[in-house]
């Protein structure tokens, strides 16, 4: 019997071959084994190589999936996997599938002008929070870059509205895990609070469905739908500097929402300082809360990341090659993830080991590596020359004010852009120890988010390293 189930089964491989690329299918399908079928429960058990396969299949496939299953086995099955999670040793684990996720954007209400309080009651439970599942606070790796927001990000998720740090503002450049964070917090919250109404929403979106609000003369629906949300978080926000309008409704929202206590949580890829597009009632309110900074993850959280990755998805990854993908993805989370999955993929396909050969190819292809890196001589030269300072004077020991800036910016940036340790950098900034190295970095970084004429000074320093490198 069950060999009329693995005919079906090949039949679903034949429709999905023909709405995937074939670099797809040899991937990500082929592997995938008919186990079998439970025609009283309508259940189908299939085995996958590693937990990797299953969850990216049940990220952007598992739609496609229960369509054809649907279609060929006339019933809407209930999909399960065997995951090989020891090759070596036949260790496996079943899962069923979570299905297709119906994705829902903020409905307008026809009782627009209704309060906040009678909208919630019409729709209670009838929120998707567009939170992705897998980016939780147990796979948000910790490490030196990350440990403030991190630490804070848990106490909101906790205590949403009722912390001191409402609203919470996360800025950093990009990859470096803003949007894993605050999606983290927005699942956690919704774990701890079912009842309350998480909404993960990108700047973009937000933007669009005001614009179809506007076009529909249905904005103050949108207005109260959005009054309705108990924790809402907007991602990279600084794509608003040219929507005034979108901005003006947002800051609206904004208000309102924090008057009644609810928890904002807003991501970007600078500060509010840095943001032109904000009018000054807004910076004050953004900076009400905390701010807090996402630096990029150093060598050693990338190690660390790299060896969390392998562990949950089952990779043999030796440790040179780990060591080796830390020191050149730049210090973005981003390509990390993306040379892990071109490894796994390279490795399922080809039936090869992972090793440093493949690994250097990988890297060529998946990460702009800097060919050209920054010397400590290179940062003195062009911060001396910004601020017209001799640099034997900023090797002395001189506390006058512009000599002690130049120091500190340099010691700033060296940190910035090099991976040396800071000792190293003290060494060679005029023999200081690895403890006023720390004290600079801090000083330029708090002084960055309250001086807008500073930073715009640390950005011309800084684009005159790219045009040395271009």
Known sequence: MQNSYQVLWDECLRLIKANVTEQQFKTWFAPIAFESYSESEHTLLVQVPS?????????????????????????????RYR???????????????????SVDTPQPTSR???????LDAAVPQGLNPQLDPK???QTYIEGDSNKLPRTVGLSVAEHPGKSTFNPFFVFGPSGCGKTHLINAIGVRAKELYPQKRVLYVSARLFQVQFTDASRQN??????NFYQTIDVLIVDDVQEWATAQKTVETFFHIFDSLFRLGKQIILASDRPPVDLKWLQDRMLTRFSCGLIAELEKPNVQLCKDILSWKCRRDGLNIPADVIDYIAQTANGSVRDL???????????????TNIDMRLAERIIKRAVKVDNHPLTIDDILEKVCQHYNVDQQHVFSKSRRRDFVQVRQVSMYLAQKYTKMPA???????????????????NTIEKRLKVDKAFCDELNSIENSFRLKNS
């Open 51 to 79: 937990p990797y396969v299953y969850e990216y299949l049940e990220q952007y496939f598992v739609g496609l999936l229960s369509k054809v299953l649907a279609r060929v086995f006339k019933t809407n099955v209930i999909l």
């Open 337 to 351: 993830e993306g040379v892990v999955n071109s490894l796994m993929a390279y490795s399922i396909v080809y039936n």
């Open 423 to 441: 000792g190293r950098i003290g060494q060679l900034i005029g023999g200081r120890d690895h403890s006023t190295v720390i004290h600079s970095c």
């Open 218 to 223: 249905t904005v103050n629906d949108f207005i």
């Open 135 to 137: 980016k939780t606070f």
């Open 83 to 101: 995951i090989m999670t020891d090759q070596a040793h036949k260790i496996s684990q079943e899962v069923e599938s979570d299905g297709p996720a």
């Open 112 to 118: 627009g002008n209704k309060t906040p309080t009678t």
